[in-house]
């Protein structure tokens, strides 16, 4: 079941649409504020984002670029084309202008969470980490780390085997067709620059050197 988040001051627009997308079968959470929405973004992941712009506390520009990456359709009186390019460029994946049909409404919700579903499918996650080798970024947190092919592609390989050392004349075999530059000498640089991006976000090592064999991805454990 996804999870819609309702950002609006308007209770009567947001009972509305609140009844529409539960009888889609969707779950909602609501907002009405900007400031209460990034308080709620910090104990929930939505699905997908409705944002007003005209909102108490943080406005619906403020909060836009604090909400990362969770697709936001704007929904607002605000019918200028220069106010909807401007958010399509700042993030928003798409605009819908108040008033509104709740049938079209429905269907852009419907388009943009099958382009995440889409998206979600390409992308791999472990230990806290999420890989998109469709853009070559690994997402810590919140922050979003740009790797090379070949860092990639190793740092795919060791987070399909998580906790299991990954031999080094495997990881060149297994990432030869991708990445046929990478080469025992420069194995280690490339697991070196991977650990340097990932540590330099939270202060953890990823992945460890295990002597004689390789190297392994390591997800902690609860003792």
Known sequence: MSTIMIVDDDVS???MVTEALEN????????????????????VTPDLI?????LPG???????????NIPVIVVSAKADISDKVGLLMGGASDYITKPFNIKELLARVAVQLRKKETVDQNIMTAGGLSLCCDTLTVTVGQTEIQLTRTECAILKLLMQNPNTPVGRTTILDKISYDTP????????QHISNIRRKLSAVNGRDYIEAVYGIGFRFKI???S
Not at 50 to 54: Q, V
Not at 58 to 68: A, D, M, R, S, V
């Open 181 to 188: 530059d990478c080469t025992e000498r420069s194995l280690k």
């Open 24 to 43: 889609e079968g969707y779950a909602v959470r609501k907002a009405y504020s900007g400031t209460e929405a990034l308080m709620l973004l910090s104990a």
């Open 58 to 68: 943080l406005t619906g520009e403020q909060l836009l670029p604090k909400i990362g």
């Open 50 to 54: 409705l944002l007003d712009l005209m």
């Open 220 to 222: 902690l454990t609860k």
């Open 13 to 15: 627009i947001s009972d």
